[in-house]
């Protein structure tokens, strides 16, 4: 069965204190694998999408990278506005449907 | 361009009243996608449309749901005799399909069920 794992289910850092969200996945016929952001109360919104292992994508303070069995988010010298829930996901099938992962809260204090 | 819009925002329902939300893809896509996301969760995957024809359902969905999107623009979920375990956020997503893999949610629809 399809299974996408995250950890950890909740992380507080400081503000500027790097860390890594991970997550891990068995989906049989992937077809990318997903990092969305979601605020409370907002649908989740697009950040990157990787597909082959060894690919790394970068965003302002984020960077993705991939292997074949996990997918890890790096977030460096994370600021307030940082804080949310991210969501990894594996897309799959005709359609590309996503499975997703059940989130790592962020929050990032002062 | 405006985004994936949802309404409504909010729903309280009786058990056992009908329900329906709408959906309003980016107007160039045509993919729809409806999830349904409980709290602490990811969100579950319930079904899709490309253009006007769905194409594929989840057994997560139950008969008393029903989704439409006539002529391949805005679409409809409509929820039959509602129950207290269909309290969830609804989200809709839409993509451009073809190669284009990246889905944008809208803001989705809370349905609360009493």
């Known amino acids: 069965e399809d299974q996408v794992t995250q950890s950890p289910e909740a992380l507080r850092l400081q503000e500027g204190e790097s860390s890594s969200l991970n997550c891990s996945y068995t989906?049989?016929?992937?077809?990318?694998l997903f990092w969305y952001r979601q605020d409370p109360g907002k649908g989740p919104e697009f950040l990157f999408t990787?597909?082959?292992?060894?690919e790394e994508k970068e965003k302002e303070r984020l960077k993705a990278t991939l292997t074949k069995k996990e997918s890890f988010l790096h977030i460096t010298a994370p600021k307030p506005e940082d804080s949310a829930t991210y969501l990894c996901?594996?897309?799959w099938g005709g359609g590309n449907k996503l499975t997703f992962g059940t989130g790592t809260q962020l929050k990032v204090e002062l | 361009d405006t985004g994936v819009s949802q309404n409504p925002r909010h729903k309280i329902t009786k058990r056992g009243q009908n329900v329906t939300f709408r959906c309003d893809p980016i107007?160039?896509?045509?993919?729809l996608y409806w999830y349904r996301q409980t709290l602490g969760q990811g969100p579950e995957f319930l079904t899709y449309f490309q253009n006007e024809a769905q194409l594929e359902k989840s057994r997560l969905l139950s008969d008393r749901f029903s989704a439409e999107r006539p002529k391949g623009s805005f679409s409809t979920l409509e929820i039959q005799r509602t129950e207290q375990g269909d309290s969830a956020m609804y989200l809709c997503?839409?993509?451009f399909g073809q190669g284009e893999e990246k889905l944008f949610f809208g803001s989705g629809t809370q349905l609360s069920v009493l």
């Open positions: 989906v049989s016929g992937l077809r990318g």
């Open positions: 997503a839409s993509s």
């Open positions: 107007s160039e896509h045509n993919r």
């Open positions: 996901a594996c897309g």
């Open positions: 990787l597909y082959s292992a060894g």
